[in-house]
């Protein structure tokens, strides 16, 4: 079992829906990043949390540590929202880098 | 600023060959981070730079692998010799500080 757990895999849905990405993580963290990447490009970073919520623009990110779980929402969805999203944490404990999930493909259908 | 640049952005050799990756972070960022992408499984970190030293590379596959950052500032990675299983994505990130990464577009490599 991966210590970070991402759903769905894989996710369509209509333009306009109101999407949400789940992330399970089950070792201690420091923080937790949500990452974009679209076909063909690098990886952007969306959010970084340690505690509560984010936004920006039609993007919010929730983080429950006690849970170990964080949501990444978009509100009215957009084709060009159709990426891979991915969930990575950095260990506590002096561990080095980020450990990941294996993403999340999101095609947003016009 | 530019941001972190890496080439080739793809790259096919043969078995058994040898490649180079380099990867040039933000301009001073001091921390450099490689990861791995293969087919189908999640991203895996391989090692971090502060500067020119090596603070991990516990995630390094085996000593077919050798990064380095002379002078600090960009990172090679070479492969040699090249097996099947080290195809996959190379992204490289760099940082100031903790926290605040920026990736690279990656380098896919593909051993035939």
């Known amino acids: 079992k991966n210590e970070v757990e991402q759903s769905p895999q894989n996710l369509t849905a209509q333009e306009g829906e109101f999407i949400t990405i789940n992330c399970s993580y089950s070792v201690g963290i420091s923080a937790l990043h949500w990452l974009q990447q679209h076909p063909g490009g690098g990886i952007v970073s969306l959010f970084m949390?340690?505690?509560g919520k984010k936004k920006h623009g039609r993007l919010i990110a929730t983080i429950n540590i006690q849970e170990k779980h964080s949501s990444l929402h978009i509100t009215a969805s957009h084709p060009r929202d159709s990426a891979v999203y991915i969930c990575a944490v950095e260990r506590g404990g002096g561990a080095d880098g980020l450990t990941f999930g294996k993403g999340t493909h999101l095609i947003i259908q016009p | 600023e530019a941001g972190v640049t890496q080439f080739p952005s793809h790259s096919v050799i043969e078995k058994g060959q040898t490649v180079t990756l380099r990867c040039d972070p933000i301009?001073?960022?001091?921390?450099l981070y490689w990861y791995r992408r293969v087919m189908g499984k999640e991203i895996k970190f391989l090692l971090h730079?502060?500067?020119?030293?090596?603070?991990?590379e516990s995630g390094m596959p085996n000593n077919r692998f050798l990064a380095e950052r002379t002078g600090g500032t960009y990172s090679t990675l070479k492969v040699q010799p090249a097996e099947l299983e080290d195809s996959g994505v190379y992204f490289c990130a760099s940082s100031q500080g903790p926290g605040r990464y920026t990736f690279g577009s990656g380098t896919r490599l593909t051993v035939v």
């Open positions: 730079f502060v500067k020119e030293s090596k603070q991990d």
């Open positions: 949390l340690s505690s």
């Open positions: 301009s001073g960022h001091d921390n």
